[in-house]
């Protein structure tokens, strides 16, 4: 809230495009080389959300692939 406001910066991850229109932040990736950031991702199999957790994963998955940075 204070960075969308004007009042602050943050550092945070990027995210695979497109991004959510409206926002009102600038994306300036850093330097390189940059430090890589491994994830990892765990769920239950038996998750009523599965349908939602697959799809995060093939989202996640895609965003990783040359050109979509």
Do not use: F, K, Y
């Not at 038996?46 to 093939?58: C, D, G, K, T």
């Amino acid at each position: 809230a204070m960075v969308a406001a004007g009042l602050g910066v943050s550092l945070v991850p990027d995210w695979a495009r497109p991004w959510p229109e409206g926002l009102a932040v600038a994306r300036l990736p850093l330097p390189e080389p940059c430090e890589p950031r491994r994830i990892g991702m765990v769920w239950s199999r038996s998750s009523v959300r599965i349908r939602q957790v697959n799809a995060l994963l093939e989202e996640s998955r895609a965003a990783l692939l040359p050109g979509r940075a």
